[in-house]
């Protein structure tokens, strides 16, 4: 699929904060916004060891959703666990 190839490379080209923003907003809705904040709102909350069912509860969603978030931690060279593991507050709870 040509355009998301080119589409990712889009987004590894934008190194500017507030472009990344005024990007966002030019092309996804929202809903879509706000669905992408809550997935990694998820997998940041799974990465901390918080438990699937108190997630789904607190954010008022299935289990499933959470399940695939799970399954993508546990993989052994998730890029999304690498990026995670190198967050600023991962590395200060290692610490402390």
Same mark, same amino acid.
């Given at each position: 699929m040509k355009s998301r190839h080119e589409l990712e490379k889009v987004f590894a080209r934008i190194t500017d904060h507030?472009?990344?923003i005024a990007f966002f907003e030019e092309i996804?809705?929202?809903? %879509?916004?706000?669905?992408?904040?809550?997935?990694?709102?998820?997998?940041? %909350?799974?990465? %901390?060891?918080?438990?699937?069912r108190s997630i789904?509860?607190?954010?008022?969603?299935?289990?499933c959703k959470i399940?695939?978030?799970?399954?993508?931690l546990?993989?052994?060279n998730s890029i999304t666990r690498k990026i995670l593991d190198s967050l600023p507050e991962h590395a200060a709870k290692k610490q402390g």
């Open positions: 507030s472009e990344m996804f809705t929202p809903k %879509e916004i706000k669905d992408l904040t809550l997935r990694w709102q998820l997998l940041k %909350e799974l990465h %901390e060891k918080q438990p699937q789904a509860a607190k954010h008022g969603i299935s289990l399940t695939r978030g799970s399954k993508i546990k993989k052994k």
